[in-house]
């Protein structure tokens, strides 16, 4: 009788990380999180392995965490609340600004969309590369430059989201969308920052919608010199 053998390498620290997200996951059921591939993805992407190790305490809390560069990494809620109005699909090409950490793009890659992230500060768009490579996420184009241009990316997208409050809405980004497509970010309403969802209808046609208020950084646009 021949076993099978048995392999001997060590858990990776994201494979450590993720056996403990289901509490976390409970906890974001429980404030009204319901669309199963969001959940699905947050229970296998460890939070704690893209948060600042000095905040690994409150990495599965519901709290924003500062991040370098003078940004934050969004509060669970508010990531699952945007995902889940964002309504990624398998296969789908989604562009995304404002890499932060990370977190938000693995996130994207594991619900199976074909993710391209844009960061404008080249700290956190190398470090979040890092991870998300150590992650196993090898399947991400990244881009270092001013998302809320574009980019230097190529062709439309299914989906468009933006980690952040529009400082204003470029025709860059809303003519990416294919028809059919939406773009989810956060966008001033009345004083307050709001979600908006921007729709894209099969003539060409925008449309908008605004949410439930939300606690996001301002996205900003990278300085040109003239």
Known sequence: MVSA??????????ELLRQGTAAFVLSLRERGVFDLNVLRAME???RDFFA??????LARSDVALPIPCGQTMTAPAVVAAMLA??????????LEVGTGTGYVTALLARIG?????????PILAESAE???????FSRIKHV??????????????????LNGVLPYLSPALTSRLVAGGRLVGGAIQNGVPQLLTIFRDEEGDL???????VRLSPLVACRHDP
């Open 52 to 57: 600042p190790r000095r905040f690994a305490d």
């Open 144 to 161: 270092c430059g001013d998302g809320l241009e574009g980019g230097d990316t190529q062709g439309r997208y299914h989906r468009i989201l």
């Open 5 to 14: 053998a048995l392999s001997l390498d060590p858990p990776s620290e994201f």
């Open 44 to 46: 296998t992407v460890p």
């Open 85 to 94: 109005a964002l309504e990624v699909k398998p296969g789908q090409r989604i």
């Open 113 to 121: 969309a074909e993710v391209h992230t844009i960061e404008r500060q």
């Open 130 to 136: 890092r991870r998300l490579q150590l992650a196993g």
């Open 207 to 213: 449309s908008h919608a605004f949410g439930a208020p």
